[in-house]
């Protein structure tokens, strides 16, 4: 995994990867972050990260993606990692029906547990498998307009979408941003004082380093 010094992003944006056990989640983490797919990959335990960098408007980008596991029994350490996430990938497999009915249950712990302007993406993951498809494209897409969120079909075993469907979210995140930031440089009243705007987990308090808040 490679490590990045800070003088080495302008933003830093905390992503989430949610959805049933089994979905391949950490198959598309793997295969974003370091271009790589294991057939052998185990089910998450707890929590996992990586990082990346990517180029929107000559601005680094930097993504903090977090793995939380899908097994019920994790649900409870897992909440707590929701503090701080601007981004989310809900992934489901579209050979299992079930992953795709649970979407809900996910969509709504997410938006529980944090802001109102997140960027979603739903994720239908393993399209190598059409052949065994049981969530058609048209019940997702029909599902994410519904929903307002942004949908994706995935392979992390041909690399098929995956880094389009994470470069979306942080575009997207990005522009959230940079229009939250243009409202507070009009009106500073929107922040309140001593306070900066919530970008990522661990970089609270300095998520609009380099350029500041009113950044043109």
């Known amino acids: 995994m490679a490590s990045f010094a800070e003088e080495d992003y302008d933003y830093l944006y905390k992503l989430v990867l949610i959805g049933d056990s089994g979905v391949g989640k950490s198959n598309l983490l793997s295969r974003f972050s370091k271009n790589e797919f294991s057939l052998d990959s185990k089910s998450t335990i707890g929590v996992e990260f990586a ?29 707590a990692y929701y503090r701080g996430t601007v981004g989310a990938l809900i992934v489901y497999d579209i050979t299992r029906k079930v992953t795709f009915e ?11 547990h944090t802001d109102q302007n997140i960027v979603v993406m739903l994720v239908g993951n393993k399209a190598d498998l059409a052949h065994l498809r049981a969530v058609t494209t048209d019940e997702a897409k029909a599902y994410s307009e519904k929903e307002s969120v942004f949908f994706m079909e995935t392979s992390a075993l041909e690399a098929l979408n995956v ?3 994470f470069t979306e979210v942080l575009t997207q995140i990005y522009r959230v941003m940079s229009r939250k ?3 507070i440089a009009t009106d500073p009243a929107l922040l309140p004082k001593g306070q ?3 970008i990522a987990g661990k970089d609270d308090v300095s998520a609009m380093k ?7």
């Open 51 to 79: 990082n990346r960098s990517i180029t929107v408007d000559d601005k680094k980008i930097k993504g903090q993606v977090w793995d939380t596991a899908g097994q019920e029994r994790y649900r409870a350490i897992t909440s």
């Open 181 to 183: 930031t243009i409202c």
């Open 102 to 112: 649970n979407v809900d249950r996910w969509l709504k712990e997410l938006r529980d």
């Open 196 to 198: 900066t705007i919530n």
């Open 163 to 165: 880094e389009k469907a």
């Open 210 to 216: 380099k350029t500041g808040c009113c950044s043109t």
